[in-house]
């Protein structure tokens, strides 16, 4: 286990477990801990198979740090927020499949991270608030695209203009978490989740990872053109064929990678 000052990183078989680490800050990011999540994802190895995140003590993560945020300048603004939008992009599309277990407030930059993961998995603790629209700022971390993604716009205006709160039940049933599970348990169906997707064939994952959320945001016709190149692209590989010739001798499927 190797600790940063703000982000704790672990080795579990296959896994690389981040863990935000400022409890007392309910986990609040500042540019010390974007920068270690970042480093954390462009130093994982050839052996890392996929990534779980979560946070340490009561709760997942509070957003950004506001006890950091200062007055910038408009410019300033544009860059620090670029520089969250690009360490959220690396962890989408690191290829690998990253899962986090949330629990606790899910809130503010702390939803833009969560919702940069492929799955979500929420305990019965977690909930959901874009506090931005009241404290007088905007969100920053991606969540006019990955937030408008998954609740739509409409949702997302209303969220952030009334500074609601959703619950687990609610943070479950409009997708913001794919699984819900008892208090306590997130982390350990997030790692169980993790290994059985690592598990997958390479090339089916890498292009579950890189292309679908690439071809969500492209016309009609070169969607379906692109789908049909990642399917020959899939289709044509030893995994296939051993994935297919599995179902048929009604075996699991062995996937070399
Ligand atoms: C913080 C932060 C933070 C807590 N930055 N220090 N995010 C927010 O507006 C959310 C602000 N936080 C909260 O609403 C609450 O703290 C929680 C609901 C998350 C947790 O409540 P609670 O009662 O468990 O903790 P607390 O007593 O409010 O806070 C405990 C300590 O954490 C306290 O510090 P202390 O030194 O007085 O003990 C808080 O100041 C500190 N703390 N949250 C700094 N966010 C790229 S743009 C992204 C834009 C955003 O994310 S804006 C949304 C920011």
């Known amino acids: ?20 680490d400022r409890p007392d800050k309910r986990n609040a990011i500042d540019d010390a801990l974007l920068a270690a999540l970042g480093a954390a994802v462009a130093e994982a190895g050839d052996d890392v198979k996929a990534i779980v995140l979560y946070g340490a003590g009561e709760h997942f993560c509070a957003g950004l740090d506001l006890a950091e945020h200062r007055d910038r300048a408009a410019v300033e603004v544009v860059e620090h927020s670029r ?9 989408q ?10 629990h606790g407030a899910v809130v503010g930059g702390g939803l833009e991270l969560a919702l940069a993961a492929h799955v979500r998995v929420a305990d019965t603790t977690a909930f959901y608030r874009l506090p931005e ?28 203009l009334t500074g609601r709160t959703y619950d687990a039940d609610d943070g479950q049933r409009l997708g913001l978490s794919h699984y819900l599970e008892p208090q306590g348990a997130a982390l350990a169906r997030a790692k169980a989740l993790a290994r059985q997707v690592a598990g997958n064939a390479p090339l089916s994952n890498y292009l579950m990872l890189n292309a679908l959320a690439r071809i969500a945001e ?11 190149l990642a399917a020959a692209l899939a289709q044509s590989t030893d995994e ?10 009604k075996r699991k ?3 070399e990678g």
């Open 93 to 102: 599309f690191c290829g690998r499949p990253v899962v986090a277990a949330l």
């Open 1 to 20: 286990m190797a600790s940063g000052t703000q982000l704790t990183t672990a080795r579990e078989d296959g896994l690389l477990l981040l863990r935000l």
């Open 240 to 249: 296939a064929r051993e994935g297919l010739a599995a179902f048929l001798e």
């Open 83 to 91: 520089g969250w939008h690009r360490t959220f992009d690396a962890l």
């Open 253 to 255: 499927a062995g996937f």
């Open 133 to 160: 629209g009241r404290r007088g700022i905007f969100v920053g971390g991606g969540a006019s695209v990955r937030a408008s993604r998954v609740l739509g716009a409409d949702r997302l205006t209303e969220m952030m």
């Open 218 to 228: 492209m016309g009609r016709e070169d969607g379906l053109f692109t789908e049909a």
